[in-house]
């Protein structure tokens, strides 16, 4: 057992990168490796959310990267806080065992609120001007302005969008490691998303996502070396891969598709042109996210359900469509799931996309806006010089995830820095959990 664990969550790690990297290659080299299966939707919230707790959406709650509210009308994308996760997480866990085993967790969007003893998450401020400034939720507050003055700002601009690079992980990791030298915490666990941006943009096996690699790993390398230092002697490092990123030729627009069968209705906007889902008046409409969808039906009507079952079943992109009771085959049987579930084929990905014209698409298109939108929107990693703006070609992304791993592709990999951790065989995300608490005692 040991008495410090560091778990770093890595999105689109997979075994074969290992070899562009040879820091966290030496890390598994010491320790071992195993596949790390992500249970479906393989997204960022729901497998966070599994790693922590050990439990799955229809336990934890987590159904996608975001959360539409029925009795409300309203959906919420990338801002809930952590009282949506419906069971307790490994800090929880730790404290009930022993009070004095504190805990830190750096940048996971759904850790405000959370138990842990040290926290860190972005939190621009939104002005009235629909102007962002930066700023960080910190657990103690004022540890964002001691991290700020000692590291400058988060840079925001570089964590998402067409700007997206290096600098965001790098001051993710340097500002993890200075909370590691300042609270020696037992537990740590730490997200670092820079493998998500050019293996989307560009493909998992294009040149620039291995260059993303060789800049991950020299951040790896320094962050271990300033976190082994800081406790003096080194803490088990857990490397866990969310999801793999695969190679996408095709794209689906499900909201469309509902659309031009009669059952998802617009409204205009209150300023500008261009269309909004009218949610009280849709008989349907899809909560889009990477490569699956949550349809939304009022009242759950038996009828309209079983038309939105046979309008996409066999059709192009959608290797499976689940209603009813065919949920629990994934863990979806969850209030806050949709009615109807709709799978990508592995190599298709899903488009929020629900205007038939784009001289009619909404203000926040062609923007970088991930809370309005009603879906997940890749293509705001792109730019268009034409419009200075988002482009609204969804064919343009090239890698994607979210789909059951049902091949070898698409599983990650889970790497120890110590041996006898891991005894080789494939992991399920779930199982993250139980392996952190294993080494407390528990």
């Given amino acids: 057992m040991s008495n410090v664990v560091i778990l770093l969550s890595v999105p689109g790690l997979r075994a074969s990168d290992l070899a ?35 439990c799955l959406a229809h336990d934890h709650g987590v159904i996608a990267n975001g959360f539409y509210w029925r009795e409300r009308q309203q959906v919420e994308m990338w801002t809930a806080g952590n009282d949506k996760i419906e069971r307790p997480q490994i800090w929880d866990r730790l404290h009930q065992h022993d009070p004095a085993l504190t805990s830190a967790v750096w940048f996971p969007m759904l850790s405000k609120g959370c138990g842990a003893d040290y926290i860190c998450m972005p939190a621009p401020v939104h002005n009235p001007d629909g102007s962002e400034s930066l700023w960080c939720y910190t657990k103690p507050t004022e540890l964002y302005g001691e991290l700020r003055d000692a590291h400058g700002h988060f ?42 941006y050019a293996a989307q943009k560009f493909g998992p096996d294009s040149e620039e996502a291995t260059a993303a690699m060789v800049e991950l790993d020299a951040v790896l390398g320094k962050l271990i070396d300033e976190i082994n230092g800081a406790y003096g002697e080194p803490p088990l490092w857990l490397v866990a891969s969310e999801y793999a990123i695969v190679p996408v030729q095709h794209v689906s627009y499900p909201n469309r598709v509902l659309r031009e ?63 009813g009771d065919d949920r629990a085959r994934y863990g979806l049987d969850h209030e806050r799931s949709g009615d109807v579930v709709l799978i990508s084929s592995a190599d298709s990905w899903q488009a929020y996309y629900y205007w038939l014209d784009d001289n009619c698409a909404p203000s926040f298109a062609r923007t970088v806006d991930i809370h309005r939108k009603p879906g997940y929107d890749p293509i705001e990693l792109f730019f268009d010089p034409a419009t200075r703006g988002i482009p609204l070609d969804a064919n343009l992304v090239r890698g994607s995830h979210g789909a059951p791993a049902v091949t070898p592709e698409q599983q990650g990999v889970l790497v120890s820095s110590q041996p006898g951790v891991l005894d080789g065989k494939a992991l399920r995300d779930v199982d993250v959990a139980g392996l952190v608490l294993k080494q407390f005692g528990m």
Avoid at 27 to 52: C, D, H, I, K, Y
Avoid at 177 to 184: E, H, N, P
Wanted: hydrophobic share 50%; charged share 20%; no cysteine.
């Fill in 261 to 323: 069968a009669g059952l998802l209705n617009v409204r205009g906007e209150e300023r500008g042109g261009g269309e909004l889902i009218d949610f009280e008046r849709s008989q349907a409409w899809a909560l889009v996210d990477h490569q699956f969808s949550h349809v939304f039906i009022p009242y759950s009507d038996r009828a309209i359900i079983d038309d939105v079952v046979q309008l996409f079943r066999g059709r192009e992109g959608f290797a499976e469509v689940l209603a």
């Fill in 155 to 196: 840079p925001l601009q570089h964590f998402w969008g067409p700007l997206a690079n290096i600098k965001s992980t790098e001051w993710i990791a340097t500002t993890a490691a200075d909370a590691a030298a300042r609270f020696k915490p037992r537990f740590f666990f730490v997200y670092l998303p820079h493998l998500d």
């Fill in 20 to 54: 562009a990297m040879p820091r966290l290659g030496a890390l598994a080299g010491a320790g071992g490796q195993a596949a790390l299966v992500p249970s479906f939707p393989a997204v960022t919230w729901p497998v966070e959310a599994n790693m922590l707790t050990g």
